[in-house]
């Protein structure tokens, strides 16, 4: 089983196979879960979004569309939404810079598992992201990871609105590997 | 083919629109240029696909003992299939919604219900019209959201009068079967109720909840598709 494929899983999965389900938890729970765990820190709460995400790509699994991307960012994506929607109801305060800093700091350690994030290209994207300036990396990694908008991150960050957003795009097109971006102050 | 100067905005609000923090109306704007763009397409792609890349960078963790069998005693339970409750709609536009509702509740002559509906429909180029209860948080129904598959797609939400859900200014969000949120603008409810619609940036057969936030922590109200 370990050798089919992670569309193939999906498949089986989503049409009600319990060995293909099995097989699909089994192979993904410990990334969904650590995103989870990433994004809203509580490990209760990690685990309903966890469990929530699953049951999501088991019930949608048939819409997955292959050329919109991998069936792990798919998943993942919908552990974001999931995480994200969870902390806007449960944000009554403003983030303080530090508890940012700290999170930031656990997202950007290595990966424990080789056979999954140590994988080349996704080294190879840690290893930009380590690259940019702070200011830049932070800005980005609230908004795609932690679903802030431009305003909050700004007021997180004391920053203006307009440099928030400079931030984010300078990073964005310097992940990609586009020349001549200028840098955001 | 769209002007370059749409270009060069789409492009340049790309990466703020992969991200998430684009505000509704860009993305709404962005959203109709690139159905008629193929290359802007490609570019948002691209830099989507890049942004949904850093979640692989979170590192991974083995949920508590017992996840696993819990997710599959879930599986277990039959997945819950709503029904889309079709409605019959008077004209092509939106505003023919509140008497569709109407016909829905009075007409009891089925074929020439169904007649109507198709005929509509084909006057509007349309799929087909759904409707769902609008769920209080305690799961107490607080109102009607309707949706149409057709060109454009739209929604409209109805709130009952009553003292809940509270009144005040609320956002209005659909969420669609990958997860994504998109904001579609307000609807002001009052204690006679309220209302609003428009037409929605993406097909509404992607649209799994619509959902309203309003005012207070936790005050959020749903309606499943």
Known sequence: MWSVSDEALLDGFASGDPEAAAAFVRRFQARVFGLARTIVGDPTSAEEIAQEALLRAWRHGAAYDRRRGRVETWLLSITRNLAIDHLRLRRTEAMDPDSMSAREAMFMRAPEDPGGAARHEVT???????????????????????GFTAIEISEIEGAPVGTTKSRIRTAMLKLRGESGVADAG | MPASGGCEEIRALAPELAVGTAAGDERARALEHVAGCGECRRYVEDLSSLADELLLLAPAEEPPAGFESRVLRELETPPRRRTRVLVPALAAAV??????????????????????????????????LAAAPLAAPGGRRAGIVFGYEGEPSWVLVTVDEG?????????????????????????RVAREGGSGGEAIPVHFHDVSEVRLLGPGRGNVLGAEF
């Open chain 2, 95 to 128: 505003a023919a919604i509140a008497a569709a509702a109407a016909v829905w509740m009075v007409s009891g002559d089925d074929r020439d219900l169904a007649s109507r509906y198709r005929e509509t429909l084909a006057t509007a180029n349309g799929k087909y």
């Open chain 2, 163 to 187: 003292e809940s859900p509270p009144p005040g200014r609320y956002r209005v969000q659909a969420i669609t079967e990958r997860g994504e949120r998109i904001p579609l603008g307000h609807v």
């Open chain 1, 124 to 146: 190879a994207l840690r290893n930009s992201l380590a690259l940019l300036p702070p200011e830049q990396r932070r800005a980005l990694l609230m908004a795609a990871l932690w």
